[in-house]
């Protein structure tokens, strides 16, 4: 890589593409509908490095959930290339877990039978596979509830479900689309705590994929923000802050206010000046 390359990547706010964990490369989409050639993901290229938090933001129909099916290698179908740890990806594979806003858990098995299923490819034997379905209840906060089904659950337990059986294989990358998005405000916002958590603890690399602002920068380290028709990179924004975040925080309020800018306006933010804060003198505002 010669320096104007690495000086490129560092203005589109990119990681060396050398020492990623994800590689997207020109990644292009086209659907075929009615006979009509439908481009729904244009150039696509974001590296994303160990252990990061990447959030993907745009509106609806802008290719965020054609991104992750291609990543999680549900549809070979694409022009470019998608690498992870240096290797083309071919097919789905237990590096990369995945979980969906709709939980898409099974009615007739039970919350631990469903997290299992996470486990169907790995050669264990029965014992260390139920270990690891205990773990990884127990992680997700649903001791106790091992042998309840579904309908017995309610929309947060269920999502509960649902990332565990998407960690449960030991994925090095864990992909989530839209996952608190049918959740009420209260349970959405401690989803997303025991979501910071578990990164804590495993350092996992995380592709979020949501429409939500607050979320994307209460999470993520960087946040890719596309455009539609077809969907492309607009611009990319560094959350430069460190956990525990302030929901309420100025510092994060800033930065929503520059997010929903890029997703609604030219681009061209200029934060608005802050001058008094109840009485408060500005240098005394901690930013
Ligand atoms: N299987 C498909 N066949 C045809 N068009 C599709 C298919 N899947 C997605 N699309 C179209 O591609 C675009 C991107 O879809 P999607 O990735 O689901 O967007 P998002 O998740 O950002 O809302 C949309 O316009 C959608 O209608
Ligand atoms: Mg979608």
């Known amino acids: 890589m010669n320096a104007f390359n690495i000086l490129a990547l560092q203005a589109a706010n990119q990681p060396d593409p050398a020492e990623s964990l994800v590689r997207f490369d020109g990644v292009g989409k086209t659907f075929s509908v009615d006979g009509q050639a439908f481009e729904a993901i244009r150039d696509f290229n974001l590296s994303i490095n160990e252990g990061e938090f990447i959030a993907i933001v745009g509106s609806s129909g802008c290719g965020k959930s054609t991104l992750l099916r291609l990543l999680v290698g549900l549809d070979a179908d694409y022009s470019g290339q998608i690498h992870v740890d240096g290797k ?13 806003q709709e939980h898409r858990l099974f009615p007739w098995l039970t919350v631990a039978q469903n997290i299992a299923l996470g486990l169907v490819n790995e050669p264990l034997t029965q014992g260390e596979r139920a270990r690891k379905v205990n773990g990884f209840v127990e992680l997700v906060g649903l001791k106790g509830f091992e042998s309840a089904y579904p309908h017995q659950l309610s929309g947060g337990m269920s999502q509960r479900v649902a990332i565990a059986r998407g960690l449960v294989a030991s994925p090095r990358i864990l992909l989530l689309d839209e996952p608190f998005g049918a959740l009420d405000a209260l349970t959405r916002q401690q989803l ?24 994307a ?5 960087r946040v890719v923000v596309m455009e539609p028709r077809p969907g492309r990179i607009k611009s990319i924004v560094d959350i430069d802050l460190p956990h525990p975040r302030a929901r309420t925080g100025v510092a994060l309020h800033r930065l929503r206010e520059k997010l929903l800018h890029q ?25």
């Open 192 to 215: 997303q705590d025991e979501l910071l958590a578990i990164r804590e603890r495993s350092g996992i690399t995380t592709l979020l994929v949501t429409h939500d602002a607050e979320e």
């Open 217 to 221: 920068t209460y999470l993520a380290d």
């Open 88 to 100: 083309l990806v071919s097919g789905i594979g237990g590096d990369r877990g995945i979980v969906f």
């Open 263 to 287: 997703l609604t306006g030219d681009g061209n933010y200029l934060p608005p000046r802050i001058d008094r804060v109840e009485g408060v003198r500005p240098e005394f505002i901690a930013l």
